[in-house]
């Protein structure tokens, strides 16, 4: 048997990997990973923005590097997010960007570097970590001992429906369009003190201003020019608008905006509107009282449920496992 051959062999035996803990240096390590596992074409700047530009502190992660070829087989990290739990604003973590390379999977990359990382969180007393979970990850995070707690889910509007409710030329007047930031420097204000919940995101100026720089999306803000409290913040990707936030000061105004956004979808040519909420909350609620639908069955466009899922002390986790303890929006995931 050859030299080479039984290096092979060895390697196949036992799969030797060494866990490192990255920082902004390595970013460039983690484009092949999102390529491969998301077909995103990531850049420095993406994980600049996200990782390290994050107001409540910068993320911990960890990459798993093969002992043979030197070639990162995986990732798994956290962000910083401010939250209010039991009225106490808390900086917990969220699961993001859990990466195995399809050529590195079977050789339990995942649940070694998302233990690596939880002693880490352990250590500095950081152990509260929150997460949607994705189709293959969430019953790994099961196995750990994470908690499912309810479901995000998609609503929509097809271009069929939107062409049954289109705005006069007298309300499209009254809309004002602006970039998000052009909006956020003219006062208008998305903390939405309103939002009421045992456990929910908390958003100051310095977050909002963060979350809307994500370099993967022009964020646009439609409002009503004499009532600007109500507003929608969205974006286009590809043939659709997604709703990022949503709030009506009144119902009349509410109802106006969205006829507006109904004639972007038809005169564009778009094939229609999304959002991604929290199943049977807040957004959700309003969003149905819109004349938006959802999915029932496990099959078919737009049919899937992603679960929000915890992972703390036992004793933590103990008190917020109802869903109505909850109240999380688009604003509090990590990248849309």
Known sequence: MSDTSEKYLKRA?????????IGPEDFSLLIPLMKDCFGMDADIEYFRWKFTQNPAGSFIG?????????????????????????GETRTIYQSCDTMTHSSHRRRGLFR??????????????????????????????????WKRIFDFRYYFRPALLCRLSRASKSEREQVLVTTAETALNSGLDITRPGLVAKAKGARNAEQIKWRLSNPYHKYLVIRIKDEPKSYIIFYVDKDKLVIFDIHFYEKKSGKILMRFLNDEVINKGFKGIIAFCQENALDSRLL??????????????????????????????DKYLSPSDWLVTTFDHDSL
């Open 13 to 21: 035996e036992d799969f030797s990997y060494d866990l490192k803990r």
């Open 288 to 317: 149905k009282s819109l004349g938006f639908i959802s999915n029932p069955f496990r099959y078919g466009p737009l049919n899937e449920r992603v679960p929000f899922i915890l992972f703390s002390a036992d004793d933590e986790m």
């Open 62 to 86: 960890f990459i798993a590097v093969d002992g043979f070829t030197n070639e990162v087989g995986g990732y798994y990290g956290v962000i910083p997010q401010v939250f209010e739990l039991n």
């Open 112 to 145: 070694k570097l998302a233990m690596r990382c939880y002693e880490e969180l352990e250590n500095e007393n950081k152990f509260f970590v929150i997460g949607f979970g994705g189709g293959q990850s969430t019953p790994g995070f099961i196995k750990f001992g």
